[in-house]
């Protein structure tokens, strides 16, 4: 209820649409793709419409992965490819194409085909309940990217059964960051900050200097905005996926929107959020997922099949704090 209850206060906000203008930097900060999206860049004649670019851009993306919305294309996928393929689009295909590559890589603990389990919780939603042991098991066999078949040479999608659906709210938000920067990109635009919901990206130096930039990560056992960890980077990604996003609590214990694909229930282990800082956002989003499930041991073991250089930040339920780095 209070997760819904904030949802409808920051869709309230986003309507009203915030652009201003200080200290040399332009921003603009939308309601868009689920969640609030924010764009700093620095300040030039044409940085507005760069700016308004970046938001079409993204609702544009939001019609095609939401999945929430049952208009949009992934919506009409998830109710009609299991009867025959459906001919896609190049961003659903390519990001639908990523996640099954994701999935194999973290043997399966980030899966798209989780779309029936997290519709069954509805964490976040008004709808959201502890679904009977017999409907988990139900939804499992059917929650395996396996059921999702690509044709590369059509770019066809085909769900092998009716209870397929495809859910890419683990790497949805990446996606469009990597998209935003490309846009920023061949605008001629270097240095930029995009902040959607918490999935961040630090394109290029820190504005108007040679330095890094300085991002921080919230620690989630404290309830203010307290910062566990911050990290000096520059042009890569930072996301973190966290107990504290979307939960609900039911005799005590608590039920949070990050499920393990292997059980259909919401992950319990020792650790209260996961960041990973990486190139690609679509990466560091469907990762920190990921190795939230696989908890830090597994993580180790997965970690060398990925991008060189990629960090990794546990932070515990207790509080404590590890770092893993693939050399
Ligand atoms: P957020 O989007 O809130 O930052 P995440 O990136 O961790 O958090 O994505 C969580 C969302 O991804 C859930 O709301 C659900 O839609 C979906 N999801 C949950 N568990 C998994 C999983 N194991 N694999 C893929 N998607 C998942
Ligand atoms: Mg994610």
Redesign the pocket.
């Given at each position: 209820m209070k997760h819904c209850l904030k949802i409808i206060l920051l869709a309230l906000l986003g309507s009203l649409l915030i652009a201003c203008r200080h200290n040399g930097i332009s921003e603009r900060t939308e309601f868009v793709i689920?969640?609030v999206c924010t764009v700093k860049i620095p300040q030039t004649t044409s940085a507005e419409n760069i700016l308004k670019d970046c938001f079409s851009e993204l609702q544009r993306l939001e019609t095609i992965l939401s999945?929430n919305s049952n208009s949009s294309e992934l919506a009409r996928v998830n109710t009609t490819a299991h009867k025959k393929p459906v001919a896609v689009s190049d961003e659903l295909f390519e990001l639908v194409a990523l996640?099954k590559k994701i999935?194999e890589q973290t043997d399966g603990?980030?899966?798209?085909a989780?779309?029936a389990?997290?519709k069954l919780w509805g964490?976040?939603f008004e709808n959201e309940r502890i679904p009977e042991q017999a409907e988990i098991e139900a939804a499992l066999p059917f929650a395996v990217s396996d059921n999702i078949a690509l044709n590369m040479q059509t770019k066809e999608i085909f769900l092998r059964s009716k209870n397929t659906k495809i859910?890419?709210?683990?790497?949805?938000?990446?996606y469009a960051a990597d998209k935003i920067v490309m846009l920023l990109k061949k605008q001629g635009v270097h240095s930029a900050v995009l902040d959607f919901?918490?999935?961040v990206f630090v394109l290029g130096k820190k504005f108007f200097t040679d330095e890094d930039w300085t991002v921080g990560i919230r620690n989630p056992a404290r309830k203010n905005t307290e910062l566990a960890f911050s990290l000096k980077v520059n042009d890569t990604s930072v996301?973190?996926?966290?107990i504290y996003?979307?939960f609900f609590f039911k005799d005590g214990i608590r039920y949070h929107?990050?499920?393990?694909?292997k059980t259909g229930y919401p992950?319990r282990n020792n650790l209260a959020s996961v960041s990973v800082v990486c190139k690609s956002s679509a990466y560091a989003?469907?990762l920190?997922?990921?190795f939230?499930?696989l908890g830090y041991e597994k993580t180790k073991a997965v970690l060398p099949r990925f991008e060189k250089n990629m960090r990794v930040i546990f932070i515990f339920a207790d509080g404590s704090i590890e770092e893993l780095r693939n050399m």
């Open positions: 689920g969640t999945a996640s999935s603990a980030f899966d798209p989780i779309g389990l997290v964490i976040g859910d890419l709210g683990a790497i949805a938000k990446g919901g918490g999935n996301v973190t996926s966290g996003e979307r929107h990050v499920l393990d694909p992950v989003d469907a920190a997922t990921a939230f499930v």
